[in-house]
């Protein structure tokens, strides 16, 4: 999950090479091998929703595996051939995924799966969750860390780039690998977590810095973490007095929203102010799962914002950006920013010229509400920092006025109103804190005949 400050440590930490662990039972268990239990769970396929891509790919699981996130984590896609088992892939789609998924791994939940319409090798949630040759073909074009992230680790995990605002990276584990990712290079170290000493180094280092007002916990994804274990450290957050807020990035309510469960939501109510940045890209990952985890979240007192990344083919146009945040509105998620595709080596056939995203804010802004709008943002190379971008309404501008263009073409006057109004009202209330001047209010001069007149 892409947040609002850099991530990852320039400090190598033994945490790097554990063993991925996730909840259960016992809080420890191994990182899926990918070799799915799905046919174990064989059940009689529900009349009534023959038609859903869940009970075509996956009829025979049961609804109380199919509702419990742990099962989902254990049975994400890993390989080519359980891959090619749920949706049919030609000899030359397998061969060309073994390569690619050498460089760059394959996760994928069953319920992301599902999302998938088999049938169209153009789908745009496909692009988002299935390898493709691009990423190697193209792989030469971009860089492995642009945003420069690790330059700025203050401990292991924990970034402190901005002044006032400090991100925690907690894990690399994600619930699936966006094609998209940012942190495509972490794939390749296997799964981990940071080790209980870490993560104390990342509190002291938070508890003796007083400017620090906001922590954002991220990863990969911070709630792939037991909702116990999340909890002992947010708790720990929640008792330094300068922090005010603490901040979620998590693409669980897309990928596997069965995660956003009472238990986590009454964790979660506890601690507040908490505000989670979620990931949603597409308007038809806005399903009725997604929409109550999402619901739970603000009903639990967590306002919800979302975070998309411009991608060719999935939601690169004015009519798919307007669906999806629309989508967002209805359940009551505010689209944030919608961030141009940072230039990731094994990503450049996902990324746009900048001039789309320019293009779909104008062809939203006025055309809709505006909190429909998110912003669009560059993330600079070098770590620069977010740059937001939008057409340009000022035609021309001089002292006395501006001409603007409105959301229809039409080409308007303002005036500007001058600084010196500014000073001149500054000088009057200047003189009107002089001691030594005398005024006589108008109602005091008239006050004899304000009586008779009464
Ligand atoms: S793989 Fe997806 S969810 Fe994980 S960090 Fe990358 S974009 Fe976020």
């Not at 440590?9 to 990918?34: D, L």
């Not at 007002?213 to 116990?228: A, E, K, Y």
């Not at 990324?351 to 505006?370: F, L």
């Not at 006025?401 to 039409?410: A, I, R, S, T, V």
Request: one cysteine or more.
């Amino acid at each position: 999950m892409k947040t609002s400050v850099a991530t990852k440590s320039q400090f190598t930490s033994k945490s790097e090479t554990r063993p991925a662990e996730i909840n259960s039972g016992n809080e420890v268990e191994e990182e899926p091998p990918g070799k799915s239990a799905i046919h174990s769970d064989l059940e009689e396929e529900p009349p009534g929703h023959r038609d859903s891509n869940r009970y075509r790919l996956f009829g025979h699981i049961s609804d109380s595996n199919w509702n419990d996130w742990k099962w989902h984590f254990r049975n994400r896609i890993t390989t080519v051939d359980r891959l090619n088992e749920i949706i049919p892939l030609s000899i030359e789609e397998q061969s060309q995924l073994r390569l690619v998924t050498m460089r760059y791994p394959l996760s994928v939940t069953p319920y992301y799966l599902s999302l998938i319409n088999p049938d169209d090798p153009d789908d745009p949630i496909r692009k988002q969750a299935i390898p493709t040759i691009l990423e190697i073909t193209m792989g030469m074009m971009g860089q492995e860390d642009p945003l420069e992230e690790r330059r700025d680790s203050v401990v292991p995990g924990l970034v402190h780039r901005y002044p006032d605002r400090v991100l925690m990276v907690l894990t690399n584990m994600c619930p699936m690998l966006c094609r998209h990712c940012t942190r495509k290079r972490e794939w390749r170290n296997g799964g981990w977590v940071r080790t209980p000493a870490e993560i104390e180094a990342m509190l002291d280092y938070i508890r003796r810095h007083k400017v620090i007002r906001d922590v954002i916990i991220s990863g990969g994804d911070p709630l792939t973490l037991s909702t116990r274990r999340l909890e002992d450290i947010i708790s720990r957050i929640r008792k330094i007095r300068h922090v005010e807020i603490i901040r979620l990035g998590t693409r669980f309510p897309v990928v596997l929203p069965q995660r956003i469960d009472d238990e986590l939501c009454n964790m979660l109510a506890k601690y507040g102010p908490i505000w989670l940045n979620t990931h949603f890209n597409h308007v038809r990952e806005i399903t009725p799962e997604a929409a109550e985890a999402c619901d739970r979240l603000v009903r639990s007192g967590v306002p919800v914002n979302n975070q998309s990344v411009l991608l060719r083919g999935v939601n690169d146009s004015v009519e798919a950006q307007t669906q999806l945040c629309h989508g967002l509105l209805r359940i009551k998620v505010r689209p944030y920013y919608l961030f141009q595709c940072d230039e990731v080596q094994g990503t450049e056939h996902l990324r746009t010229p900048v001039e789309i995203g320019m293009r779909i804010i104008e062809g939203m802004r006025g055309h809709t509400s505006g909190l429909a709008v998110p912003t669009f943002v560059v993330d600079l190379s070098q770590g620069g920092g977010k740059i937001p971008l939008q057409p340009n309404y000022v035609l021309a501008r001089t002292k006395e006025e501006l001409l603007l263009k409105n959301y229809e073409g039409h080409v308007f006057r303002y005036r500007n109103p001058r600084e010196q109004t500014h000073s001149k009202l500054t000088a009057v209330a200047s003189l009107l804190n002089e001691p030594e001047l005398h005024f006589e209010s108008e109602g005091a001069r008239n006050a004899d005949r304000v009586g008779v007149r009464s």
